[in-house]
């Protein structure tokens, strides 16, 4: 039972480049989300689905795209990476929104020159 | 909008001793829900403990326990018999019903003195 799996573990991109984080969770959850942690701050929620098939905007969407692939894989797009989106991101899984606990992946640090 | 405040940006204790991290958060909801997460150097998020507003009686998991004032708006994080392995940044974080997402604090990062 690998829980909440996420790759890469590293990435280093060039302003403008596009690139997908893959995200996978084997217990059965019905929702994903994706956050960025940034130094002094919290975690800062971009992209959530509450169920499969939906998505929806967080606190930061701007820059990304995600897609629930099925009941066990969210990825995160970006476009176009710029310098601001140099973060490190982690994906997370619950039973349901709301009061349930959150279980997180190891996250991947990107880094945009 | 809801927020959380952690006001220690670090903190640092003796093996063996006792520590209280301390959490605020603003809200209007009464019916919400509570949480301490750990990040140890290897990133991973973990859930330390929960807290529900309803009930008055407040949440211990094995050495950590809470102290919840839910008038004040206040839920601080008591870790006791430190030990090594609790050095970490701990986050508290807020969510109620109807509402999808966490809403975290700042942080506070723990290390424990040998």
């Known amino acids: 039972n690998a829980g909440v799996t996420q790759t890469p573990k590293f990435q280093v991109l060039k302003t403008g480049q596009s690139m997908t984080l893959q995200c996978a969770q084997d217990?059965?959850?019905?929702?994903m989300y994706w956050y960025r942690q940034d130094p002094g701050m919290g975690l800062r929620l971009i992209y959530y689905s509450a169920s499969e098939g939906t998505t929806d905007k967080g606190e930061v969407p701007n820059g990304y795209n995600v897609s629930r692939l099925n009941k066990r894989e969210f990825s995160l797009r970006l476009e176009s990476a710029a310098p601001s989106q140099t973060s490190v991101y982690f994906c997370?899984?619950?039973?349901?929104?709301?009061?349930?606990?959150?279980?997180f992946g190891p996250g991947t640090r990107l880094t945009v020159l | 909008a809801q927020t959380v405040t952690q006001s220690q940006p670090e903190m640092s204790v003796q093996e063996a001793e006792t520590v209280t991290l301390s959490c605020t958060y603003d809200?209007?909801?009464?019916?919400?829900?509570l949480f301490w997460y750990k990040q140890p150097p290897s990133r991973q998020m973990i859930l330390v403990i929960r807290?529900?507003?309803?009930?008055?009686q407040n949440a211990t998991e094995n050495r950590f326990s809470v102290n919840f004032q839910k008038a004040a708006k206040s839920f601080s994080l008591k870790i006791s018999d430190s030990q090594l392995g609790d050095a970490a940044m701990y986050f508290c974080?807020?969510?109620?019903?109807?509402?999808?997402?966490?809403?975290f604090g700042t942080g506070t990062r723990l290390t424990i003195i040998p």
């Open positions: 997370a899984s619950s039973l349901w929104t709301g009061p349930n606990e959150q279980f």
């Open positions: 217990m059965n959850h019905n929702s």
């Open positions: 809200t209007s909801e009464s019916d919400y829900y």
């Open positions: 807290q529900e507003a309803y009930k008055q």
């Open positions: 974080a807020y969510t109620n019903f109807g509402n999808e997402k966490l809403t």
